[in-house]
């Protein structure tokens, strides 16, 4: 397999690619993981048709291409690589969210892999927040670049009303706060790769850094209204052999839960990722467990 191989088509225009004629697993060649890198710093997520050859070996095997696989800080137990995204443990994440960003070196990406599908329903979207960024205007931009927002794993995304929770979902939810985290990042990041400024936002946001509960409210939806403009997304209707691939550092999705009493199940491999550099130089720090 050779990069000549390979075709990369987009499926919206700010966000998104089909890449076809590449066989996923851990033993590409160096041109072929260069062109899959390219292909996602430049559409954000990369879609992959027909890959049922793909067990959970395979998809671990490929994900040490692109860097270190990581297990959840939380949600899954120690060494264990593969996170399951299961409708049957009352996982939903249903609002818009970048992965883990509780934490100072959340997730440079991630790769989904589709196991079990409902009929009809649980597509995912994604949003361009690099081009949320580049959309706003010159004064906001400016704004955006002095702020630092407190993100916290104690704000479940993937529950909306504690009160109608399953016992799945409680036990989801005692397990993914089972262990305080609070990190502060710059509202606007500087990706390492590419150089853009991207939005770094998304359901873990609880207030920015130096204001009060009511104005970091409407600030932060101010910010996050951009991110999810129509336009900078796309939707993403899974098939069985389906993979998805994305640049968490310059994304934010979430799943559409309008699928009922059929399972969805996907899993994950999650590459380690950097310490956010904000646009003044300063980077991301630990708030809870304090940095050592």
């Known amino acids: 397999m050779t990069a000549i191989t390979i075709a990369v088509s987009p499926v919206s225009a700010r966000i998104g690619a089909v890449v076809e004629g590449v066989r996923l697993g851990g033993d590409l060649d160096a041109i072929t993981v260069d062109t899959i890198r390219g292909a996602l710093h430049r559409h954000k997520v990369i879609f992959f048709r027909g890959q049922d ?29 593969i996170v399951p995204i299961d409708s049957d443990h009352g996982v939903v994440a249903d609002r818009w969210h970048t992965d883990v960003t ?14 079990q599908l409902p009929d009809v329903g649980g597509d995912t979207l994604w949003a361009n927040t690099a081009a949320a960024y580049e959309d706003l205007p010159a004064p906001l931009k400016a704004f955006a670049d002095s702020l630092r927002a407190v993100h916290s794993n104690r704000y479940d995304y993937a529950a909306a009303d504690p009160d109608k929770f399953s016992e799945a979902q409680k036990d989801y939810r005692e397990l993914f706060e089972s262990t305080a985290y609070e990190t502060e990042h710059p509202l606007v990041r500087v990706h390492p790769i590419t150089g853009e400024r991207t ?21 932060i ?19 069985a052999g389906d993979v998805a691939i994305w640049d968490n550092r310059a994304t934010q999705h979430r799943v559409i839960g309008d699928f009922v009493g059929t399972r969805r199940l996907l899993h994950r491999v999650t590459i ?3 310490v956010p550099v904000g646009v003044d130089g300063s980077s991301s720090r630990a708030l809870q467990p304090a940095a050592a």
Not at 105 to 115: G, K, M, N, Q, T
Not at 206 to 216: C, N, Q, V
């Open 272 to 274: 380690n990722g950097d």
């Open 53 to 81: 050859h793909l067990d959970d070996a395979g998809q671990l095997a490929f994900g040490r291409l692109l860097g270190d696989p990581i297990g959840h800080p939380t949600a899954s137990a120690d060494g264990d690589l």
């Open 221 to 239: 939806e101010l910010f996050q209204n951009h991110v999810t403009r129509v336009e900078n997304t796309v939707r993403w209707q899974w098939r």
């Open 102 to 115: 509780f934490v100072p070196a959340y997730p440079l990406a991630s790769i989904l892999r589709a196991v």
């Open 199 to 219: 939005l770094l936002a998304g359901a873990f946001v609880r207030r920015l850094a130096g204001f009060d509960a009511e104005d970091s409210t409407a600030l």
